[in-house]
């Protein structure tokens, strides 16, 4: 201990002897401390530098390619005359089925009517790959053997078990994108009637159709159970302004009385079924007006449904027309001032306001009525104006 504490090599000739002679491995000793000091000081900000893997926590995706994909809204149309119909290939239905398949966490479903396998295979392979599932049906039709084949591959099905009827067709992928329209999931539906089906990229349009799923699936409210609760009826989605009703929630007839108010030049219809006295009486009162009306009725709703309003139309001069596809013309579509469009599930009627569960769209976009104005003129070409 008393080396440490010598102030001076002269009072201590042994060590100062030992120092010289020891020089060169003290150098050495010296620049190799320093040497390693130097690397202790540096080796945080080494490890700073080092990317350190971490496993990501599972998280619900907030988006999804089709959100992703540039267009909003697409529209689709079946097509009888097209190559592939006869042997039903080609049709709206393979795009919805796409997206099915491609679904990240979820997949609702309301079905009227179910027997396209494209559709039903679709949703078991979903099913399968770890996708929620969840449909809701019209008990009328539950016994059709692909839903039958649903729920033996595990998917829960809730009907409505009334006497009125669940009519939406609608579906809901990943809470982002909606499918809807006229088009029921079937063969007929996407192959042989004249139908649309839109496909819209909207979180707040899959929100209002989520609320209308789990008030069936859930809370098992069909019909005149209403809860008026659609938490986004007017929204804007890239500068489309879009309405959304549910019926009877959300008195549909009174918003579709409202846009076809508005109508300042032309009203075109295509109507699957149309016995409503307020919404006929609206056309009239636009054709007093000077507003230009046209529009198709399925042929085979005139001849076997009473309360029709074709007869009356027909006798106030309205340029009305009964349909020539050999099947059904299924359409349930406004088009006014070609600028808005007025679809849905929901035809125009009594049952349809107050007993059905329907969707209806009211889509202000020139660019979407241009579409419908197409399938329009397709359809009214086709038809005749008496019977």
Not at 81 to 102: F, H, M, V
Not at 156 to 166: A, V
Not at 366 to 386: G, H, M, Q
């Amino acid at each position: 201990m008393e080396l440490w504490h010598c102030c001076s090599v002269s009072c201590c000739p042994d060590i100062a002897i030992w120092f010289i002679r020891n020089s060169g491995y003290l150098v050495k000793f010296h620049r190799m401390f320093r040497f390693f000091l130097l690397l202790v000081l540096l080796l945080p900000l080494f490890s700073a530098c080092t990317p350190v893997p971490v496993t990501p926590l599972p998280l619900v995706p907030t988006t999804t390619a089709a959100l992703e994909s540039a267009a909003p809204i697409d529209v689709f149309f079946s097509d009888p005359d097209a190559p592939g119909a006869q042997k039903y290939r080609g049709g709206p239905d393979e795009n919805l089925a796409q997206a099915i398949r491609s679904a990240e966490f979820s997949v609702d479903a309301a079905f009227y009517d179910l027997n396209l396998w494209s559709i039903r295979d679709a949703l078991i392979a979903a099913r399968k790959s770890g996708i929620q599932v969840r449909i809701v049906a019209e008990t009328d039709h539950l016994d059709e053997a692909e839903f039958q084949d649903l729920l033996n591959a595990g998917i829960k099905i809730i009907d409505d078990r009334r006497d009125s009827l669940m009519h939406n067709k609608f579906v809901v992928i990943d809470g982002t994108d909606v499918w809807t329209g006229s088009m029921n999931f079937t063969t007929a539906g996407a192959y042989r009637n004249d139908n649309n089906l839109l496909h819209i990229r909207s979180r707040q349009l899959a929100e209002n159709y989520t609320t209308e799923f789990n008030e069936m699936f859930i809370q098992k409210m069909f019909g005149d159970d209403i809860i008026a609760g659609t938490p986004n009826p007017v929204f804007t989605l890239d500068g489309t302004q879009i309405e959304n009703y549910f019926s009877p929630d959300d008195g549909a007839a009174d918003a579709i009385i409202a846009a076809l108010q508005t109508a300042e030049e032309s009203i075109s219809f295509l109507a699957f079924s149309f016995t409503s006295d307020p919404i006929a009486d609206i056309l009239l009162q636009q054709a007093a007006e000077g507003v230009e009306i046209a529009g198709v009725f399925e042929r085979r709703q005139y001849e076997s449904n009473t309360g029709g309003e074709f007869d009356r139309l027909a006798a106030a001069g309205l340029d009305v027309r009964l349909d020539g596809n050999r099947y059904s013309m299924h359409h349930k579509v406004f088009i006014i001032d070609g600028q808005t469009v007025i679809t849905g599930s929901y035809n125009f009627s009594r049952s349809a306001e107050q007993r059905n569960d329907e969707n209806v769209l009211i889509i202000h976009n020139p660019a979407i009525a241009a579409l419908y104005l197409v399938e329009f003129n397709r359809i009214f070409a086709l038809a005749s104006p008496s019977r």
